[in-house]
């Protein structure tokens, strides 16, 4: 589709039936199909390989990731498994060092047993890649924005390393979503979103999306989505894509908000440190003006400690207590025993997950509103 990207969310694998005319394509709950001859189908045979409702998922967010082939999965841990099973015994991937907890908790505590080794920094230049190259490193995968700290890794400048090398470079771009970044455009191989957060938007769905424009890579992940089988159920892909149709408007709302209230906090006295992209005094401001068209909607923030920051969640009323983001209902959480919990203590200083980080996701409420119930919580707690 050569349309603007609000009307391939809106249209990109989602034609109405033919058979009936309906405008929002009928779910097919069916787990087999059938053929009219050993091995002559219709392009569908049993639901785990293949799916109508689940493709016309893969290609709306293909679409909007500019990629050739989408796949989707259960989760998005689903879809960071799937990604690792690509490897081999005793390969060695490069990682950024600030990256979601369950994805830290993948790789330390269950890769590590096949004999993977992975090395975490929070410097992406060219310079520091090439000391922490080895002979056996395959692949190298980071987070940007980063999950808690909103770090931002130069995309364009980390690919031209793994071309380079021989690598496969995998891009985690849920916190960014496809409306504020497209990876594979920047040279990305691989492409993954929890599809949970901004593109399913509704805080109603898991799933996780992997999307590329390799042939290659594309065969190889559908071998193993057609092999592990961690799908997504029929209703979620429909839930999921009905859910696309609307991330424009979101995430323009989610990012306007996200950065009147980041500026807010950077105003407020009880607030050490504020990182939001799109904020003049983030450390990668300029790289992020240049990558990303809009600052998303997730803020983190520094408080003095544990116990302000816990007393501060527990006194907001808008801003539910909860882990996940990307809702259109604003949520805060508290990374250091939330999200980031499977983290060890040592590790986490060292990351730089303050005992007093706060993490908020901004909804599509009224900001004067969020901002309102932010200050009456710093009331109530300082």
Do not use: C
Request: glycine residues 8%.
């Amino acid at each position: 589709m050569n349309y603007e990207f609000e009307t391939r969310a809106v249209h990109a694998g989602q034609d109405p039936e033919k058979e009936t005319g309906a405008v929002i394509p009928a779910i097919s709950m069916s787990t087999t199909f059938r053929q009219d001859g050993v091995g002559n189908h219709k392009g569908y045979e049993y639901s785990r390989t293949g799916n109508p409702t689940r493709h016309r998922l893969e290609q709306q967010v293909a679409s909007l990731e500019n990629a050739k082939y989408g796949l989707g999965f259960a989760s998005g841990s689903s879809a960071t498994a799937s990604i690792q099973l690509m490897l081999n015994e005793g390969d060695h991937i490069i990682t950024a060092d600030d990256v979601y907890g369950g994805t830290y908790r993948f790789f330390d505590k269950v890769m590590r047993r096949f004999n993977l080794s992975y090395d975490y920094t929070g410097d992406m230049s060219k310079e520091n890649l090439q000391k922490l190259l080895k002979p056996n490193t395959r692949m190298i995968w980071m987070e940007t924005p980063s999950n808690p700290l909103l770090k931002v890794f130069d995309i364009n400048t980390v690919a031209e390393f793994a071309r380079d090398n021989n690598l496969i470079l995998v891009v985690d771009n849920t916190f960014a979503s496809p409306y504020i970044q497209n990876p594979l455009d920047l040279g990305a191989d691989l492409v993954m979103h929890s599809s949970t957060k901004y593109l399913g938007g509704h805080s109603d769905v898991v799933g996780g999306i992997v999307v590329t424009n390799s042939d290659k890579l594309a065969d190889e992940l559908r071998f193993l989505q057609n092999s592990a089988g961690a799908i997504p159920s029929p209703f979620d892909s429909w839930l999921l894509s009905r859910g696309i149709k609307t991330l424009p408007l979101r995430m323009q709302r989610h990012s306007e908000s996200a950065l009147k209230i980041a500026n807010y906090l950077e105003k407020n006295e009880s607030v050490s440190r504020v990182y939001y992209p799109h904020l003049e005094s983030h450390n990668d401001y300029q790289l992020a003006k240049e990558q990303m068209r809009l600052g998303g909607g997730i803020v983190s923030f520094d408080l003095e400690n544990k116990e302000i920051a816990e007393k501060f969640l527990s006194e907001l009323k808008l801003f539910y207590l909860a882990e996940s983001l990307g809702g259109v209902e604003s949520l805060a959480e508290y990374p250091p025993t939330m999200t980031h919990g499977s983290i060890e203590p040592e590790r986490r200083k060292e990351i730089g997950i303050n005992d007093g980080l706060v993490r908020l996701s901004v909804g599509i409420e009224n900001v004067n509103d969020l901002i309102k119930d932010i200050q009456n919580a710093f009331d109530r707690t300082i």
